[in-house]
């Protein structure tokens, strides 16, 4: 969304920006937060180490998104966020981000637009864990990475695919082989490509 072009100025004035390399940890689990993160550029995942050491993938933020230190009274990181390819960010101290939503309305919006997001994200992950066998889950997780470009860049780490999708590496391993064999996908270093995407939806079962 477009800011006010004084709004635009007020909120620059109180951020610091701040980049991150693909793969590196923006934010661990347990940490206290003490700053309000958006997202300007590159994507990330949020991520839940559960006791019996799973990383369980929750869902992941784009351009436009909020995380850190959203809720002042809940400052202590609930799951980890890591980039998962170079991502661009502007830091907003915890009570500088407060101040800035009662004074700007657009950023109130900005964020309830991006906690809307997040409902609707893990909404749809509830819906395909209780409605999908494992390997559908991981067909449904291609497209959504791919979106209407088809095309994931760089290729999905198996294990993070397995993570994002509540099952094994071999499942998803074996699955994807699958596919490049009958010609649906093909993959390589630089991308993975969706060549017949109406096939997969097929499979979505």
Do not use: K, W, Y
């Not at 300007?40 to 436009?64: C, Y």
């Not at 993070?160 to 390589?188: F, K």
């Not at 630089?190 to 060549?195: G, K, M, P, Q, V």
Request: no cysteine; hydrophobic share 50%; proline share 4%.
């Amino acid at each position: 969304m477009r800011f006010p072009a004084a709004s635009a100025l007020a909120i620059a004035a109180r951020a610091r920006s701040r980049r991150f390399p693909a793969r590196q940890v923006i934010l661990r689990q347990d940490d206290i937060a003490l700053d309000v993160l958006l997202l300007v550029a590159g994507r990330a995942r949020v991520r839940h180490l559960s006791l019996d050491g799973r990383l369980v993938s929750l869902h992941d933020l784009g351009p436009g998104d909020l995380f850190g230190r959203i809720d002042p009274s809940r400052p202590r990181q609930a799951a980890e966020v890591a980039a998962i390819e170079a991502v661009t960010a502007a830091l907003f101290g915890g009570g500088d981000f407060v101040a800035l939503t009662e004074q700007h309305g657009s950023l109130a919006l900005l964020l309830a637009q991006s906690l809307l997001r997040r409902l609707a994200s893990l909404s749809d992950q509830l819906i395909a864990r209780t409605t999908l066998s494992a390997t559908g889950r991981v067909h449904a997780e291609l497209l959504r990475l791919a979106g209407t470009a088809n095309r994931i860049a760089p290729p999905p780490v198996l294990t993070e695919l397995a993570a994002a999708v509540d099952t094994t590496r071999e499942t998803v391993s074996r699955t994807i082989s699958t596919l490049e064999r009958r010609g649906i996908i093909a993959r390589d270093a630089a991308a993975l490509t969706i060549l017949v995407p109406r096939r997969l939806e097929e499979l979505v079962i």
